[in-house]
């Protein structure tokens, strides 16, 4: 059991340290995510914000929705 309980300890000193560090910098990911907006593609054509505005633009426009997803959150 105290081989066990070493083993969790060890585990759980490497594991949570590196929880802290997955999450980056808040200004580099703030940093990153002004860059993609300033991209140009995104100023090719007008982006809604919510999936309700997009399906009400769709339906009036007889558009089809594209969606974008990006994870800059994560390495």
């Known amino acids: 059991m105290l081989r066990c309980t070493r083993w969790i300890a060890a585990l759980l000193l490497v594991v949570i340290p590196s929880l802290s560090l997955a999450q980056g910098d808040q ?21 809604e914000r919510t999936l309700d505005l997009a399906k ?4 009036r426009d007889n558009l089809p929705i ?9 390495p």
Do not use: G, I, N
């Open 56 to 59: 009400t633009r769709a339906r």
């Open 27 to 47: 200004t580099a990911l703030e940093r990153r995510w002004k860059s993609k907006q300033a991209a140009s593609f995104l100023k090719q054509v007008r982006w």
């Open 66 to 74: 594209v969606a974008y997803f990006t994870r800059s959150y994560a």
